[in-house]
């Protein structure tokens, strides 16, 4: 009986976490900047293209107001992707079909990330998890020939 207690309580628990695509803003990314920064929401790119991650690299110009980070391929466009901005200072972004063939980037003078990480789920995706130093807003979006994507942050 005390068993079946605590399972309940684990399932309204688990149920009150997880993550309600309901609530969330869902936007399919672009191929040119908006200018308008969001800080929740879920985000997607539908490409049928095998890639690997070739570089990933940031930049942050004084007076610009936001701070840049860019992931490379080496395709002509970006492969499928989905991501998740959190309310718990962290960007999560799923690529599909694809490889990486750079090493864990380390984030030099970066004003708004604390540590970008890639981690393989199986064969065939690479999951990006962006942690912030604090609550930011992001404007998204990619650029080919080469495939790239763009990570305005502030």
Same mark, same amino acid.
């Given at each position: 009986m005390k068993l079946s207690?605590?399972?309940?309580?684990?399932?309204? &628990? %688990?149920?009150a976490l997880a993550q309600n695509l309901m609530d969330e803003r869902i936007w399919k990314? %672009?191929?040119?900047?908006?200018?308008i920064f969001?800080? %929740? +929401?879920?985000?997607?790119?539908?490409?049928?293209?095998?890639? %690997?991650?070739?570089g990933?690299?940031?930049s942050a110009l004084n007076g610009r107001g936001y701070e840049? &980070?860019?992931?490379?391929?080496?395709?002509?466009?970006v492969p499928k992707l989905y991501g998740h901005i959190t309310a718990n200072r962290k960007l999560s972004v799923d690529?599909?079909? /694809?490889?990486? @063939? /750079?090493? @864990?980037p380390q984030m030099k003078n970066s004003k708004? !990330?604390?540590?970008?990480?890639?981690? /393989? !789920?199986? +064969?065939? /995706?690479?999951?990006?998890?962006?942690?912030l130093k604090g609550k930011s807003s992001f404007d998204i979006f990619y650029l080919e020939n080469?495939?790239?994507l763009v990570i305005d942050i502030r």
């Open positions: 207690f605590i399972f309940l309580g684990f399932l309204a &628990v %688990s149920s990314v %672009s191929p040119r900047k908006k200018s969001l800080d %929740s +929401g879920v985000f997607h790119m539908n490409s049928e293209v095998k890639s %690997s991650i070739t990933v690299r940031n840049r &980070v860019v992931i490379d391929f080496n395709t002509p466009i690529f599909f079909d /694809t490889s990486i @063939q /750079t090493a @864990q708004f !990330v604390k540590a970008i990480d890639f981690i /393989t !789920v199986d +064969g065939k /995706t690479i999951t990006m998890e962006v942690a080469p495939g790239r």
